[in-house]
């Protein structure tokens, strides 16, 4: 079904309901009505608010699907949308738009498709719980924690890919083009995540002033105080991913530095040995008369004994690690 309500009941059982069979005006002190819309669709968002009497909703608003997330006080209720986020395994980021429409012990949630979060919520809660005690906009501060949790994930996700990258930095030789070609990726991915998540500051910050009544006038306050702090760590925590993933960059030129003097060593050594043997052949070529050059094997014993200085050579370069 594209619409699910959820009646939290204190006082009695919490059970899941039609919208139809739940009257939000007669809505008691210890009950919780969420309904939860996966269908963005004018029918199904006037069909929900038809069967739970709310008047003045924004439909065509909703519909929209804003980009930005804002905020509207309609005095009996308010609404706004937030970008929430949903990345899996070695897959792009998406984002998720979700519309909230919070009222008195009531929250009505729209968004396309399943949110992950939303259903890890609904299976954690088996048997009866205390959300009836709970007024509307402190379950609404639960729901937005944990979209800002889906941020988090999502940047686990991405030091997980970063880790990645580290080991095949060191472990292996890595073709610069692709190299730059994933560091972009990742580095769009994290710009992608700041680019939803900042604009939700004016929405918090919003939510948190005392001339936002609904909230002021609620028990919430101070969990709205610690949703600010919780929104301003993930920010810090994608200003940080953005840094990691330059670390990427900055650890390959590390290697690739240190791949250049290890050659450069080689070659300089290679050029000793060579000019070594060369200094060597230069002077038995000199115009002078040798016993060596009156033996029967003088020939090969002049090879043996440039082969002799050359692995010498190596040796003493190996113990010195040049090579």
């Known amino acids: 079904m594209d619409i699910k309500a959820y009646l939290y009941d204190a006082a009695g059982a919490d059970e899941e309901v039609s919208p139809e069979d739940v009257d939000i005006r007669k809505l008691k002190a210890k009950q919780l009505l969420w309904i939860n819309v996966s269908e963005r669709h004018e ?5 929900v608010a038809a069967a739970i009497h709310l008047e ?3 439909i065509h608003s909703v519909i929209r699907k804003e980009d930005r997330p804002r905020i509207e ?3 009996t209720f308010f609404r706004f949308s937030i970008n929430s986020v949903r990345m899996e395994k070695d897959s792009n980021p998406k984002a998720l738009v979700i519309d909230y429409i919070v009222g008195r012990n009531f929250v009505v949630t729209v968004h396309d498709g399943d949110v992950e979060y939303f259903d890890d919520f609904r299976k954690r809660e088996k048997g009866e719980t205390n959300l009836g005690e709970l007024d509307a906009e402190s379950f609404l501060a639960t729901l937005l924690d944990l979209h800002i949790v889906s941020y988090f994930k999502a940047m686990e ?12 930095i060191l472990e292996t030789e890595m073709d610069s083009n692709q190299l730059l070609s994933e560091m972009v990726k990742l580095r769009r991915h994290v710009s992608d995540l700041r ?5 939700h500051r004016d929405v918090f910050y919003a939510m948190s002033r005392t001339d936002f009544r609904q909230i002021a006038e609620s028990g919430s306050v101070e969990e709205y105080k610690s949703l600010n702090d919780h929104f301003e760590n993930a920010v810090d925590a994608i ?10 960059f900055e650890l390959y030129a590390t290697k690739s530095a240190q791949t250049t003097n290890t050659l450069v060593q080689r070659l300089t050594f290679l050029t000793l040995l060579t000019g070594s043997l060369a ?29 002799a200085v050359a692995i010498a050579l190596t040796i003493f370069a190996r113990f010195k690690r040049w090579i």
Do not use: C, Q, S
């Open 43 to 47: 029918e199904t968002i006037r069909r």
């Open 56 to 58: 003045g909703v924004p």
């Open 73 to 75: 006080n309609y005095g």
């Open 157 to 168: 996700e991405i030091e997980r890919r970063v880790d990645k990258f580290d080991e095949n």
């Open 195 to 199: 680019r939803w998540l900042i604009p």
């Open 239 to 248: 200003e940080r991913a953005r840094e990691t993933v330059l670390g990427v």
């Open 279 to 307: 200094v060597i052949a230069g002077i038995l070529g000199m115009n002078f008369k040798a016993d060596i050059f009156d033996a029967a094997n003088g020939f090969w014993m002049t090879v043996a004994g440039l082969a």
